[in-house]
């Protein structure tokens, strides 16, 4: 599928319909009405911060969505298990 469509679940699981209190919607639910492929449900549904990047994922919409899905060390341990070595040069 394409990724507009991955970002758009995203997206729309970011912001509910309804009142602001509104609770998210479920994330297979959101990723069948999409038409997401097995690897990008996967992703979403599992709040696969790692995959959902390698599918290219924007970085802001990327930093929301784990921020309303992991607790802070779970995503901080995740974005370290991501980060590159630096090279010196």
Do not use: W
């Amino acid at each position: 599928m394409a990724l507009y469509a991955l970002q758009k679940a995203i997206y729309d699981y970011l912001n509910p319909k309804g009142p602001p209190e509104a609770p998210h919607p479920e994330r297979a639910a959101l990723a069948a009405a999409y038409g997401l492929t097995d690897a990008e449900r996967a992703a979403l549904v599992g709040a696969d911060v790692r995959a959902l990047a390698e599918l290219g994922v924007h970085p802001v919409l990327l930093n929301s969505f784990a921020r309303a899905c992991l607790s802070r060390e779970a995503y901080r341990a995740t974005l370290a298990a991501m980060a590159r070595p630096e090279t010196s040069g």
